[in-house]
Structure formats: C-alpha cells, structure tokens
Nanobody
Framework: QVQLVESGGGLVQTGGSLRLSCETS????????MGWYRQTPGNQREWVAT???????NYADSVKDRFTIWKDNAENKMYLQMNSLEPEDTGVYYC?????????WGQGTQVAVSS
C-alpha cells in the first residue's frame, strides 16, 4: 500500500502562483510514473504532468511553460510549481503513483483561480 497526501492548494488571483506538494508513505524511488492530474469543473480528470525516476518530465500542452514538476528523493515528496495561473486551472489536483503494478491516488487538493 502507498499513501499519497497532497497539500498546497488555495485561492489565488489570475497570474498568481501556487506550489503543490505530494508526500509519499514509501520511499519515493520505489514508486513509478508519479504525476499530477486535475479535475476541473464539469470535466473528467485529466493528466497534467509526470516525472519519472530518471528525471524526465512531461507536461500537458495546457500547462507547458507555466508548470514545473519535480521530486525530492530525500523528502519523499513530489512538487508542482504552478505559475501564471488562469481561471481555467481551477479544479482539484491529485497526485498519482504506481507501486508494484497498482495505481494509488491522493485525496486531492483544491485550487481556485479568480479572474
């Protein structure tokens, strides 16, 4: 079993920044395909960004150049720095990881961007 706990959400104005974090209950290098997803109002959950153990990062086109994902292995945490936030970024953000072929999700953290 793996527990993932997100934090860092909140309310910001358009153009503002937030940093989300996801703390893992296991050594983070044992968890694969860690990433961030979000569910915006009226839409299905969508992929935002992924970071692999080798360090490679991938981003959805909608957040590329505004969001940065990384892991801190010493802290067993994954982060998502979100800059230039837009109202369309409003939603619940979830972290996800795969451990021994099973996917695990956090409970989500709410992000709200006001216009």
């Amino acid at each position: 079993q793996v527990q993932l706990v997100e934090s860092g959400g909140g309310l910001v104005q358009t153009g503002g920044s937030l940093r989300l974090s996801c703390e893992t209950s296991r050594v983070i290098t044992s968890i694969y395909g860690m990433g961030w997803y979000r569910q915006t109002p009226g839409n299905q959950r969508e992929w935002v960004a992924t970071v692999v153990n080798g360090g490679a990062r991938n981003y959805a086109d909608s957040v590329k150049d505004r969001f940065t994902i990384w892991k801190d292995n010493a802290e067993n945490k994954m982060y998502l720095q979100m800059n230039s936030l837009e109202p369309e970024d409003t939603g619940v953000y979830y972290c996800k990881g795969t451990y021994r072929t099973r996917d695990f999700w956090g409970q989500g953290t709410q992000v709200a961007v006001s216009s």
